[in-house]
């Protein structure tokens, strides 16, 4: 499978992004997928992950209860809703993708994850 993240831009704070992450390739819904997020001088960090079936997700704390993970199989995509916006959210976007062998597990180790798409940029200005 094949990644490309899409729907970055420059967003006040307080504001809301729905990230896009569309897969090509056959057996999306074999993958579990992780959305990351690495900003200037930080290391790459794990914001949200979501089960093969998309019934299991993981936020980290900083994320919770402001941004949504889902994925619609059918579409080959899976989405991060990103609400009340801060400047702190300011990153690169990537999404990924692993392949666990049941379908409600999450995948939360960064080295876990084989498959990568390119980057998108998220800007949060004060």
């Known amino acids: 499978v094949q990644l490309q993240a899409s729907g970055g831009g420059l967003v006040q704070a307080g504001g809301s992004l729905r990230l896009s992450c569309a897969a090509s390739?056959?057996?999306?819904?074999?993958?579990?997928v992780g959305w990351f997020r690495q900003a200037p001088g930080k290391e790459r960090e794990l914001v949200a992950a979501?089960?093969?079936?998309?019934?299991?997700?993981w936020y980290t704390d900083s994320v919770k209860g402001r941004f949504s993970i889902s994925r619609d199989n059918a579409r080959n995509t899976v989405y991060l809703q990103m609400n009340s916006l801060k400047p702190e959210d300011t990153a690169v976007y990537y999404c990924?993708?692993?392949?666990?062998?049941?379908?409600?597990?999450?995948?939360?180790?960064?080295?876990?994850?084989?498959?990568w798409g390119q980057g998108t940029q998220v800007t949060v200005s004060s």
């Open positions: 979501c089960s093969r079936n998309g019934g299991t997700t």
């Open positions: 990924a993708a692993d392949r666990p062998k049941w379908p409600t597990v999450v995948v939360t180790r960064t080295s876990e994850y084989d498959v």
């Open positions: 390739g056959r057996a999306f819904s074999n993958y579990a």
